[in-house]
């Protein structure tokens, strides 16, 4: 990940700064948090009311931000990001098991628009982890969860009117997932059939369950 840039205000890259809120709160050393990320790449001595806060901000290669604060006073961090993108930012920070202690969406209905983040199970039973906005987004969580999962694997499919159009043109070559049961996935589209197929390869190198990659040329629909 890349730090955004510091020469603007705190919620750096907010596009939609309503949009953005705090997601989550995590209780990690802090520490172990400079250890993994390096120093704070900026420090509010107000911190918008909570007092002193250092903050960190990031662009992923999928292309999505988000900030991390940590309240001195308070001793834990806070996640600032679009809702539908939460699970997206716990999965860049590499928090998956007890170091978060609040989400926002704990209480709140699953939405009905957009792209599913789903994962299946070596006997075909299924599950929604979450449904995002951004498809790309959500291809980025699927394969990230796939990476650390053991005997399931991860996909992406549209539910109800996503805000992509599905009838966008697309042309390219895609790595293609197939389980045991026959069930197929797009794990992600390249307009490069070199990238594609270095994907391919590489998760046909990990110690998979049950399940084959290989790539194919995708026409534009219209």
């Keep these: 990940m890349k730090p955004l840039p510091t020469d603007r205000p705190v919620v750096w890259g907010d596009d939609e700064p309503s949009n953005r809120f705090i997601v989550a709160a995590a209780e ?63 999965a860049h920070l590499d928090w998956w098991r ?60 549209a539910r109800g009117t996503p805000p992509v159009p599905l009838s966008r043109p697309r042309e390219g070559w895609a790595v293609v997932r197939q389980d045991e049961h026959g069930n197929r996935a797009e794990v992600a589209v390249f307009s490069s059939e070199t990238r594609a197929r270095e994907l391919a390869r590489a998760y046909d190198a990990e110690p998979r369950h049950k399940q084959a990659y290989f790539v194919e040329h995708v026409s534009p629909k219209f």
């Design 28 to 90: 990690v050393p802090l520490a172990d948090f400079e250890r993994r990320w390096g120093p704070a790449h900026q420090r509010d001595a107000d911190g918008d009311g909570w007092g002193p806060t250092r903050y960190w901000g990031w662009r992923a290669d999928c292309g999505f931000k988000f900030v991390v604060a940590y309240l001195e006073v308070k001793n834990f961090f806070q996640v600032i990001a679009r809702e539908d993108e939460l699970d997206h930012a716990l």
């Design 98 to 157: 007890g170091e978060v202690v609040w989400r926002l969406d704990v209480d709140e209905p699953r939405a009905k628009d957009g792209w599913a983040v789903y994962r299946q199970d070596d006997t075909g039973n299924r599950h929604d982890v979450c449904v995002m906005g951004q498809r790309s987004h959500a291809e980025c969580l699927a394969r990230r969860l796939e990476a650390r999962a053991h005997k399931q694997w991860y996909a992406v499919e």
